[in-house]
């Protein structure tokens, strides 16, 4: 290729690449520079909150109070607890119901997707709600309970040992449907060939599950886990919907930690930045443990 050529090349991918890279320093890189930067300083509003002093440099002061802040764990604990839930939860039961009725092995193929797939297309805070008048003391749920155990008293969300389960419960209802779409779509693209033969060769449906589909798909399950990962991690209008962080913070998340610390009450924006600081940092090193070991023991796609 001669030189022309060449820097002819170079300016093409430049002028394609060159809009998506601007806006991704713009929205994503920017911001996230801007919010560490905050992290180090005391910034607590500026005039608008009645703060007349200079902003200051405080070091990691807003990080040590955040790991010493107990509230701050408990919020990591549930965050943790949903990551558990989309991971070992939703994926796979969206790959075994998208295997399922990609094998067609149960009728009525379109409602069962239609019913699963159904949360996704709701308002998050509307399911929210619903789900919070379905679990409460006065709500179908402890009527159905009442019926089992007559007296029943329903504490779940005055218990703060028990305020997480209905949450989790929610959650692995309502995004299952969206990992069941992905491994759907995903399994149109096996060669039906490869199973025929598979299946003429006399593979058991768990063989050609194990050996032939879930190879496959080894890099979609790789995706998934990252975008259940990061989803988990930024958790946050469905838990406002349904109990707001209570009982007494116990259902809290690093987003609503986050919020809390920079909207309620006085404001500080240093210690709320050194929590969204945090999060990207766990979560840039979640995904990176995932990479590794993806291609340490994956299959190929």
Do not use: C
Not at 97 to 120: E, H, N
């Amino acid at each position: 290729m001669s030189y022309s050529a060449r820097a002819e090349t170079r300016h093409a991918y430049l002028l394609l690449a060159l809009p998506a890279v601007i806006v991704y320093l713009a929205v994503i890189a920017f911001p996230t520079v801007f919010s560490f930067g905050l992290s180090l300083t005391d910034y607590k509003g500026g005039p608008l909150f009645g703060g007349l002093n200079a902003i200051r440099f405080v070091g990691i002061d807003h990080y040590v109070k955040m790991f010493g802040d107990r509230f701050f764990w408990i919020s990591l604990q549930n965050n943790v607890y949903i990551i558990l839930v989309s991971v070992f939860g939703q994926i796979p039961i969206g790959f075994t119901v998208a295997y399922v009725l990609y094998r067609k092995l149960v009728g009525m193929r379109d409602l069962f997707q239609t019913m699963i797939y159904l949360p996704t297309v709701i308002s998050t805070i509307v399911i929210g709600v619903l789900w919070r008048s379905f679990f409460s003391p006065y709500g179908p749920f402890t009527q159905l309970m009442e019926l089992i155990r007559p007296g029943w008293d329903n504490t779940l969300f005055l218990n703060p040992s028990t305020a997480m389960i209905p949450v989790l419960f929610v959650i692995l209802w309502m995004y299952t449907g969206t990992y069941l779409i992905i491994f759907l779509a995903s399994l149109q693209k096996i060669d039906p060939q490869i199973i025929d033969a598979a299946k003429i060769d006399g593979a058991s449906e768990w063989q050609v599950l194990g050996r032939v589909a879930l190879p496959s798909l080894s890099g979609v399950i790789l995706t998934t886990v990252i975008l259940a990962i990061s989803g988990s991690l930024k958790s946050f209008d469905l838990l406002f919907a349904m109990t707001a962080g209570n009982p007494a913070r116990r259902t809290s998340v690093l987003a609503l930690y986050m919020y809390d610390n920079a909207f309620r009450g006085s404001p500080d924006y240093g210690l709320a930045n050194a929590v969204s600081t945090f999060m990207v940092m766990l979560s840039f090193a979640l995904v990176l443990i995932l990479v590794v070991l993806e291609k340490r023991w994956g299959g190929g796609e």
